[in-house]
């Protein structure tokens, strides 16, 4: 049986991983999108942050978010005032719901000394804001996002920061992430990477793969705590 007992701080996506992005996805149905095209944006998205930063430059999560919400909706032929909608569509953040395996877990490997961090491709300020209406925030040792080390996760300077953040070593600090790319990318830096599996999807062979695969958070805490 593996032993985590050396796994003395994780680092946690959010973005679907920690919350639902779902009524995002209910606010572009509202618009006049299709609710499938969540998926969409999203990864044009990443494609784009990832891009900045192979070119040797940076650009945030909602500035390259706007542009995105801004073509989609030209595209479909969407009436109205275009940055009102934006906004609209925006503001589902706010509405995240936090998944019911989250706070339980985090309960749990905070009582055994575990630190907790967050690192997202999105920004602080929403991340916070999710914490605390989630009742989270008290577990939480470090919110940090990639406008702090200019890098878009995959990237290893995003984790090497996060790293330095806990003040812990790679090989102590396991990401957390229900994307393979995040757990690839979190490998190749140095650190753990755990994939929460909680829809069957097959982990990818041409990835770096992760230390351990779980069907829940719940499941990861009950690891980590042994």
């Given at each position: 049986?593996?032993?985590?007992?050396?796994?003395?701080?994780?680092?946690?996506?959010?973005?679907?991983?920690?919350?639902?992005?779902?009524?995002?996805?209910?606010?572009?149905?509202?618009?006049?999108?299709?609710?499938?095209?969540?998926?969409?944006?999203?990864?044009?998205?990443?494609?784009?942050?990832?891009?900045?930063?192979?070119?040797?430059?940076?650009?945030?999560?909602?500035?390259?978010?706007?542009?995105?919400?801004?073509?989609?909706?030209?595209?479909?032929?969407?009436?109205?005032?275009?940055?009102?909608?934006?906004?609209?569509?925006?503001?589902?953040?706010?509405?995240?719901?936090?998944?019911?395996?989250?706070?339980?877990?985090?309960?749990?490997?905070?009582?055994?000394?575990?630190?907790?961090?967050?690192?997202?491709?999105?920004?602080?300020?929403?991340?916070?804001?999710?914490?605390?209406?989630?009742?989270?925030?008290?577990?939480?040792?470090?919110?940090?996002?990639?406008?702090?080390?200019?890098?878009?996760?995959?990237?290893?300077?995003?984790?090497?920061?996060?790293?330095?953040?806990?003040?812990?070593?790679?090989?102590?600090?396991?990401?957390?992430?229900?994307?393979?790319?995040?757990?690839?990318?979190?490998?190749?830096a140095g650190l753990k990477a755990a994939y929460i599996n909680r829809d069957g999807?097959?982990?990818?062979?041409?990835f770096a793969q992760p230390d351990a695969e779980f069907t829940s958070f719940e499941n990861l805490a009950d690891?980590?705590?042994?």
């Amino acid at each position: 049986m593996t032993s985590w007992s050396n796994v003395k701080g994780i680092v946690c996506d959010v973005n679907g991983t920690m919350f639902s992005l779902q009524p995002l996805g209910e606010r572009m149905q509202k618009v006049g999108l299709q609710e499938s095209d969540l998926q969409l944006w999203f990864t044009s998205v990443l494609r784009d942050g990832l891009a900045t930063g192979a070119s040797g430059s940076f650009a945030p999560f909602k500035d390259i978010g706007v542009y995105h919400l801004h073509q989609m909706l030209r595209k479909a032929s969407i009436s109205g005032d275009h940055n009102q909608v934006v906004q609209t569509i925006l503001s589902g953040f706010d509405d995240a719901t936090c998944m019911a395996d989250v706070a339980p877990a985090f309960k749990k490997m905070h009582a055994k000394g575990i630190k907790i961090s967050t690192m997202t491709n999105g920004s602080i300020s929403i991340t916070k804001g999710l914490l605390e209406k989630a009742h989270l925030e008290q577990y939480v040792d470090e919110m940090m996002d990639i406008t702090q080390p200019k890098a878009w996760k995959p990237s290893p300077a995003a984790y090497h920061f996060a790293v330095k953040q806990l003040k812990l070593s790679p090989e102590q600090v396991m990401l957390v992430a229900i994307h393979p790319w995040d757990c690839a990318g979190a490998k190749e830096a140095g650190l753990k990477a755990a994939y929460i599996n909680r829809d069957g999807t097959p982990y990818p062979g041409f990835f770096a793969q992760p230390d351990a695969e779980f069907t829940s958070f719940e499941n990861l805490a009950d690891a980590l705590c042994k």
